[in-house]
Each structure stands twice: as structure tokens, then as C-alpha cells.
């Protein structure tokens, strides 16, 4: 039986997904969304926060530019009816689910690779991660979200230098343009997403969900309608440990939380 498009392990209340291609650097074809799809939504099953990374030598070398070629040719034939982008959909249920992801990068992180990486909520590299957006180098333009989700994180200056110049981030570059929030020595990446994955996963599922779901459509508010959306969520909905977890504060026996630092 030829090797699985993506991997899928569950740890206790982890999900551990693993992008799968790594003879062509993990590109994403098709097939590959589709399983990546039911990974992902498995993990909303039965998972309280997920870790995707991926096999081999790269994170994800981005779209499959042999079936973009393709579909340039017509030699795979457009939908007859349009649907909402399947890779829209997909990273849109890594961003915006039940459940927090954190990225796992190392090697290349590129074009429609670092459009799915930045659909991860916390992201890890270790020192041998580049990211960067190839697209105009291939004539093509980001298609998997980037426009806005890359955007909104990097800034527009970094965005265009990016696409225009070809220009590649290091891990070092990638940690000052907030890409990602935690640099490993190489090999070391994938460890330190379960350590955090693991300390995320100790939180109220339902803080998690709101601060994944709420922050970013909150980002995309003006300051009034910011402050009511966060009033409805803040002060209505509490999460049904709430209570429990004020309580242990308040009577001494929370974690401190300088043992969370890192
Ligand atoms: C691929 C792809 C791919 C590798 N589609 N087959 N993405 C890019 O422009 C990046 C293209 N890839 C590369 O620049 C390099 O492959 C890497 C820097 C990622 C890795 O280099 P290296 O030397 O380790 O590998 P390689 O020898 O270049 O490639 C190994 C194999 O993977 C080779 O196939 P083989 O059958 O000849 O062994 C490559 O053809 C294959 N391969 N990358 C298809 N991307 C919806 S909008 C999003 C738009 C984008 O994502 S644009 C960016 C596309």
C-alpha cells in the first residue's frame, strides 16, 4: 500500500497531522487538501489542540506546480460550477475550528506552504526554515489565502517585498516579522510545538475557541464593534471552568505563571 498523503496520530488530546509528499517537498496537490481535510476535521473530533508539521526535509514547497501546470494547459479541466477554493476552506478550518494548531516549520516554508503555516495559530521554526512567496517567479499570484492572512501578520512593506523581489525570510528574519514566535536549533521544532500544544491544551477549551474565533474577526472590526463583540463574549459566555479556575487563584493553588515562561 503506497504511504498515506498525510499522517495522523493522536497523542492523549493531541492530534499530530504530518503533510506527507516529501519526494515533492510536501506540495500541495489536490489530493493532498482532501486528506489534509479530513485530518483536520477528525481533529476537531477528537482532539483538544493539534501540532501540523511535515515530513522530510521541508515544512511545504506550496502549490504543486506540475498540476498547476496542468490546469494552465487545460489538461485538467475547470469545475463546471465555482465553488468556495478548497484550499480556502481547508485552512479556514485549521484557523478558525474548535481547537488551536500550532505550526511545526523547518526547511522551506513557501508560497501556498507559508499561506497553510500561517493558518496555524502558535508557530514554531527550527534554523533551517526560509520562507518566502515565489509566486512571481511563476507567474501566478497567492491563492491560498495570503492576501489576507499573510497580510495582516507581516504588514503590507513585508508582503510586497516578498512577492516582488523573491526575496526569502531566514528563521531569524521570519521571528522579527512575527511569522513565527518561537526559533528551535534545527531539528528541534516539531518538540517544542507539543511542549506548547501540550500547555495550550491545559487551557478552558472554550477560552481557546473564543480566542482563536473571537480575536481575529474582532482584528477586522472597527474599535466600537470591537469592544461590544468582546463584551459578548467576556462578559456573558464564561466558560463552565471559570469558576473552578478562579477559585483555585484565589484560594492559592494556581500554577504560578512564570513557569510558563519560555
Ligand atoms: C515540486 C514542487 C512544487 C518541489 N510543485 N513539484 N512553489 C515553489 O515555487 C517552490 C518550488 N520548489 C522549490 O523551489 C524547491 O523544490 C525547494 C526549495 C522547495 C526544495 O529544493 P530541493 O533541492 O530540496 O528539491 P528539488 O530537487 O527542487 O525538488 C524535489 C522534487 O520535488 C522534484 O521532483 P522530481 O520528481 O524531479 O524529484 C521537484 O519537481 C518536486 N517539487 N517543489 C511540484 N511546488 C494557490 S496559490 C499558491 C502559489 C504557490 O504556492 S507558488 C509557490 C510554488
Redesign the pocket.
Known amino acids: 500500500m503506497s504511504e498515506p498523503l498525510i499522517t495522523y496520530a493522536l497523542e492523549g488530546n493531541m492530534a499530530l497531522i504530518g503533510l506527507n509528499r516529501p519526494?515533492?517537498?510536501n506540495?500541495?496537490h489536490d489530493p493532498l487538501i482532501d486528506a489534509l481535510r479530513a485530518a483536520v476535521l477528525r481533529a476537531h473530533d477528537e482532539a483538544d489542540v493539534a501540532v501540523l508539521y511535515g515530513h522530510g526535509?521541508?515544512f511545504c514547497?506550496?502549490?504543486?506546480?506540475?498540476?498547476a501546470l496542468a490546469r494552465a494547459t487545460g489538461q485538467i479541466k475547470p469545475p463546471r460550477k465555482r465553488r468556495r477554493h478548497n484550499?480556502h476552506e481547508v485552512f479556514d478550518l485549521i484557523a478558525r475550528g474548535p481547537i488551536p494548531f500550532v505550526g511545526a516549520l523547518h526547511?522551506?516554508v513557501?508560497?501556498?506552504?507559508l499561506?497553510l503555516a500561517m493558518s496555524t495559530h502558535v508557530r514554531v521554526c527550527d534554523s533551517t526554515a526560509l520562507f518566502g512567496?515565489?509566486?512571481g517567479?511563476?507567474g501566478?499570484?497567492?491563492?491560498?489565502g495570503?492576501t489576507v492572512r499573510i497580510q495582516r501578520v507581516v504588514g503590507t512593506t513585508v508582503m510586497m517585498d516578498l512577492m516582488l523581489t523573491g526575496r526569502l525570510l531566514n528563521a531569524g528574519e521570519g521571528l522579527q516579522e512575527h511569522v513565527v514566535r518561537y526559533v528551535t536549533p534545527e531539528g528541534e521544532a516539531l518538540a517544542k510545538a507539543k511542549e506548547l500544544a501540550a500547555r495550550i491544551a491545559k487551557n478552558a477549551l472554550e477560552t481557546n475557541w473564543m480566542i482563536i474565533n473571537v480575536l481575529p474577526r474582532i482584528q477586522d472590526l472597527s474599535h466600537d464593534d470591537g469592544l461590544f463583540v468582546e463584551q459578548l463574549n467576556s462578559a456573558r459566555a464564561r466558560p463552565p471552568e471559570a469558576e473552578a479556575r478562579l477559585r483555585e487563584f484565589v484560594d492559592g493553588k494556581a500554577k504560578k505563571l512564570q513557569d510558563n515562561q519560555s
Open positions: 519526494d515533492k517537498r506540495a500541495i526535509s521541508n514547497a506550496g502549490l504543486d506546480l506540475a498540476e484550499w526547511g522551506a513557501v508560497g501556498g506552504g499561506e512567496l515565489p509566486e517567479q511563476r501566478i499570484f497567492v491563492g491560498g495570503g
